[in-house]
């Protein structure tokens, strides 16, 4: 048996599935998988990396976020906006600037993203650059078009919509989806906060809409996320049958719901961020309706967090918002919602993977993806170790290293001010 391509030596394992950190373990990774996960006896080998008892968790995957060219959401990833008089900027730059966006999502130890809705394709593109080699990132789960009833926000977001109406248009929707390559069906299940014309409460879609769709996609063997923020659009949408519930604040009102989804394992991708960038974050460019709204959404959003835990319904990790890299600001929100930090990350790992229906990524287990983040710092103790920069240690993706250990990095018990 030639060399594994990775040791990991030493390594202090969290994961969703042991209640507590499993201290003094070796992983052994080859071809892009985890090959061995056992203890870690007498001295290292000679080609491990010895982590030093440092934090080894699963790669951080975000189940909802928009690879939308946004630049007050890209910030520093963006295109620089052209001065007036200066030459108009290429459309094709944008893929530079999706390329850096997804080294930045690898660097936060982001190793798996689930786009939710994009223009003129750029999930799709950047998916395949990375497929190709042609620049590193995470791995991408696109859904092509937000499919959408004929309604005010396809004026708004253009290329992110496919719209249709009625049950057969709706089946043909989820087709065009996957002729143009999508991984799984995201769909308007109701009216969004972002667009004023629009009210999120009530469904968008009649029941006779909805179950053609997810009946179409289901039979293709496609899995389905529903945009769903009142509780209209929620019944719809969990009576369905769709996998994902996309923010879902409303829930707390409806326990029979969220009885109804942990039985049948519909998770739910609450997005806080999403409610403090247009209530707060960008509320000098929302309409000032929206931002009103957007603060009461952001308490029920709360209150359905932690009512959907205690119902036992999975939840996931989604961002939904900016900069690229940022993505752990959502995990701290949870958090800091009343979640654990152990529960927080659950949800940012396994529970993100069985959203996005993966079942070769989410903990650190013989067989998975090597998708590996080492952390220099204990984050139950401080979540926020997932946001420093200093703190992320080490990245590996599908098996190949991402962020390098610095080349002098104290071990455990060595002090930085001594320098040994
Ligand atoms: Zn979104």
């Excluded at 893929?95 to 003129?120: E, H, K, P, Q, S």
């Excluded at 969990?238 to 049948?264: F, Q």
Aim: charged share 25%; net charge negative; glycine share 10%.
């Amino acid at each position: 048996m030639p060399n594994p391509d990775l040791v990991l030596w030493d390594a202090t394992l969290i994961d969703c599935r042991a209640p507590h950190p499993v201290e003094g373990m070796r992983i052994t990774v080859r071809g892009g998988r985890i090959e061995q996960v056992d203890a870690a006896e007498g001295p290292p080998p000679p080609n491990a990396i010895d982590v030093a008892g440092r934090f080894v968790l699963p790669g951080l995957i975000d189940a909802h976020i928009h690879l939308a060219d946004d630049p007050k959401m890209l910030e520093a990833a963006a295109l620089p906006k052209p001065l007036q008089g200066e030459e108009p900027r290429p459309r094709e730059l944008v893929y530079f600037a999706l390329a850096n966006a997804a080294r930045a999502f690898l660097r936060a130890g982001v190793t798996t993203i689930r786009d939710v809705g994009c223009y003129d394709d750029n999930a799709l593109v950047l998916r395949e650059a990375i497929r190709l080699g042609l620049t590193e990132g995470p791995r991408i789960l696109a859904c092509g078009r937000i499919i959408s009833a004929t309604a005010p926000g396809g004026r708004i977001f253009n290329t992110m919509y496919e719209e249709g109406d009625g049950p057969w248009e709706m089946r043909s929707c989820v087709r065009k989806q996957l002729r143009r390559g999508a991984d799984y069906i995201k769909v308007m299940a109701g009216g969004a906060r972002s667009v004023d014309r629009e009210n999120p409460e009530p469904a968008q879609l009649t029941r006779e809409e909805m179950d053609a769709l997810v009946d179409e996609a289901h039979r293709l063997g496609l899995r389905v996320a529903a945009h769903a923020e009142g509780l209209g659009a929620v019944r719809l949408a969990v009576e369905a049958g769709v996998d994902t519930i996309e923010h879902g604040l409303s829930l707390h009102r409806a326990p029979d719901l969220l009885d109804k989804m942990a039985r049948n394992g519909i998770v739910l991708v609450p997005t806080l961020s999403t409610f403090h960038d247009v209530g707060e974050r960008f509320a000098n460019v929302f309409a000032p309706r929206l931002v009103e709204q957007a603060k009461r959404q952001r308490e029920e959003a709360y209150r359905t967090l932690i009512a959907a835990r205690d119902a036992g319904v999975t939840l996931a990790m989604g961002f939904d918002s900016g900069p690229p890299g940022r993505d752990a600001l959502e995990l701290v929100r949870m958090v800091e919602g009343g979640l654990s930090a152990h529960e927080g990350i659950t949800a940012a790992t396994a529970g993100s993977a069985l959203a996005l229906g993966l079942t070769d990524a989410g903990t650190i287990e013989q067989g998975k993806v090597a998708d590996i983040v080492v952390l220099d710092g204990n984050p139950l103790v401080d979540i926020t170790a997932f946001m420093q920069p200093e703190k992320i240690w080490m990245v590996v993706s599908a098996g190949r290293v991402a962020v390098a250990p610095p080349t002098h990095s104290p071990a455990r018990g060595e002090s930085i001010a001594t320098g040994v």
